[in-house]
């Protein structure tokens, strides 16, 4: 059946298809960046014009599907039904069918240089290492997986041209969007000596007496640096998420720094190896303005060939006055190694994190001086919830632990912000 739409020159078409090949339509045609409607359309077309009918598609437990045609391609569609003897629900699994077949999943872009992201503050307890795993996390998701996205006013303007269907709805700032994940390969570098990220990832920190990313930066490792990397094992990121494990020695860097030459790039030199096997390594760096903090922001700058804001430093804020203090410190030291090195160091923006409006004016005030601030500008507001704080207490991913809550859908924006 169909009836005049009431907001477009379309008809509404209302039939059935499986809801196995509804969802693979819906995660499709998100990969593809295009409407349902229009996908179906194609298909209709497509299946119209073949010479003979394609292999019978299973179509039982089929269930309501609606969605928008041009007026008259509906009727054509069931004359053709009836001449080629199949009902109307299999002729449109078979239309669909056809356009999945003829629009394949399309490959992950991988960048022409591995994107770094120096996620930092001087102050100790805003929640940086949350922050990373939270990004890294969004990163790896599998793309073959429709995700619940926080769409910023930033972002919903990719989306905001979709009209309305029966499975999309138009993206005003701030909603929430299915979306496929960016399928990654993303490492995780605990460049804390406190070892938080290692440790809310529920893996060991490594020995004292072994090989670490610190004996790398200094040029005392024995082994090869991929020897310490463990996986993120949960199905979500599909074998893409990695970690480099912190280390009690991180307390020593900052010594065994100042005893090497061209200490700025000792942590490219140690992770150099490695690089090519990630599209995104996050560095999850100390609170402190230290070499370490030298060596970090060094690895983040814009080499030669790199666009601007592929890779930077992202700052991770609260919305209270000593935050404002330790942000000041960091970027006067930020744009010291610029100048005495004559780096280009982009800044991926400023998270405000553990947000709560309900602390009054000073949290109100505090979120409104960081808007204020227009370069960087903010990239993401983090609610101060519940989830992570159980998420770490089990020792599990956040986007594995609590994949809809409202935490793991503002990382997968801030994700997108920043890519």
């Known amino acids: 059946m169909s009836s005049p739409a009431t907001s477009s020159d379309r008809e509404k078409v209302v039939s059935k298809l499986p809801g196995w090949l509804r969802q693979d339509l819906k995660i499709r045609t998100a990969q593809h960046g295009i409407d349902i409607q229009n996908a179906v359309e194609q298909g209709i077309t497509a299946w119209?014009?073949?010479?003979?009918?394609?292999?019978?598609?299973?179509?039982?437990?089929a269930d309501?599907?609606?969605?928008?045609?041009?007026p008259g391609q509906w009727d054509d569609f069931r004359t053709v039904c009836a001449d080629r003897k199949v009902s109307l629900i299999q002729g449109l699994a078979q239309s669909v069918q056809l356009w999945l077949d003829s629009n394949p999943a399309p490959q992950i872009q991988r960048p022409e240089h591995t994107r770094r992201a120096v996620v930092c503050n001087q102050k100790g307890g805003v929640g940086k290492t949350a922050i990373a795993a939270g990004l890294g996390q969004a990163l790896a998701e599998d793309s073959n997986t429709l995700h619940p996205v926080r769409i910023s006013k930033y972002f919903a303007a990719q989306l905001a041209d979709h009209p309305d269907d029966s499975d999309t709805h138009a993206a005003d700032p701030l909603s929430v969007e299915e979306l496929p994940g960016l399928g990654q390969r993303t490492l995780l570098v605990d460049f804390d000596p406190q070892r938080h990220l290692t440790k809310q990832l529920g893996h060991d920190e490594l020995p004292m007496d072994g090989d670490s990313l610190t004996k790398h930066m200094a040029g005392e490792a024995k082994g090869h640096i991929r020897d310490l990397i463990v996986p993120i094992a949960d199905d979500r990121f599909g074998g893409r998420l990695d970690l480099l494990p912190g280390c009690q020695d991180g307390f020593l860097?900052?010594?065994?720094?100042?005893?090497?030459?061209?200490?700025?790039?000792?942590?490219?030199?140690?992770?150099?190896?490695?690089?090519?096997?990630?599209?995104a390594i996050i560095i999850d760096c100390p609170p402190t303005l230290g070499l370490s903090m030298d060596a970090a922001v060094y690895y983040g700058r814009r080499r030669d060939g790199e666009r601007p804001g592929a890779s930077g430093v992202l700052i991770i804020v609260q919305a209270e006055d000593s935050s404002a203090d330790a942000y000041d410190l960091l970027t006067s030291q930020i744009e010291d190694l610029r100048d005495d090195l004559a780096l280009e160091v982009d800044y991926l923006g400023i998270v405000v994190n553990l947000y709560d409006p309900r602390r009054g004016y000073i949290a109100t005030s505090s979120l409104q001086a960081w808007m204020d601030i227009k370069d960087p500008r903010v990239v993401s507001v983090v609610g101060d919830l519940t989830e992570q704080r159980k998420a770490v207490r089990l020792k599990q991913p956040l986007l594995a632990y609590a994949p809809?809550?409202?935490?793991?859908?503002?990382?997968?924006?801030?994700a997108r912000e920043i890519s």
């Open 48 to 61: 119209t014009a073949l010479a003979s009918n394609p292999a019978p598609v299973d179509t039982a437990s």
């Open 64 to 70: 309501s599907f609606a969605t928008f045609l041009p």
């Open 253 to 279: 860097l900052d010594v065994s720094l100042s005893k090497v030459r061209a200490r700025e790039a000792a942590l490219e030199r140690a992770l150099a190896p490695i690089e090519d096997q990630y599209d």
């Open 404 to 414: 809809r809550s409202e935490q793991a859908v503002t990382m997968r924006a801030l």
